[in-house]
Nanobody, 123 residues
Framework: QLQLVESGGGLVQPGGSLRLSCTTS????????IGWFRQAPGKEREGVSC????????DDADSVKCRFTISRDNAKNTVYLQMNSLKPEDTAVYYC????????????????WGQGTQVTVSS
């Protein structure tokens, strides 16, 4: 059974950092691109960052460029999202998703989803 489980969310002050993890099981992560998405209350889900199966290609939303970094360790079946300089507007539920196709910032391109982890940025 293919599963993705996010962890690492929590409450952090503005300017702080968090590292989210997406741990996978039930499939070979090496063959899948992974995307991170987020959804804030009352807003549509949006793409944050994505990474190709081999890790050579990444893409980030303009709103997180130079603050967030996506990476992966296929040997550990885990993809990470390092989030620095967090802002209140980064508050959302963060999801990771997997696709057999290339990395994409469009949620409709992904077939498998985790349950999400809450990130709250507040003083």
């Amino acid at each position: 059974q293919l599963q993705l489980v996010e962890s690492g969310g929590g409450l952090v002050q503005p300017g702080g950092s968090l590292r989210l993890s997406c741990t996978t099981s039930g499939f070979t992560l090496d063959y899948y691109a992974i995307g991170w998405f987020r959804q804030a209350p009352g807003k549509e889900r949006e793409g944050v960052s994505c990474i190709s199966a081999g890790g050579s290609r990444t893409d980030d939303a303009d709103s997180v460029k130079c603050r967030f970094t996506i990476s992966r360790d296929n040997a550990k079946n885990t993809v990470y999202l390092q989030m620095n300089s967090l802002k209140p507007e980064d508050t959302a539920v963060y999801y990771c998703a997997a696709t057999r196709f290339g990395p994409s910032m469009s949620d409709s391109d992904y077939d498998y989803w985790g349950q999400g982890t809450q990130v709250t940025v507040s003083s």
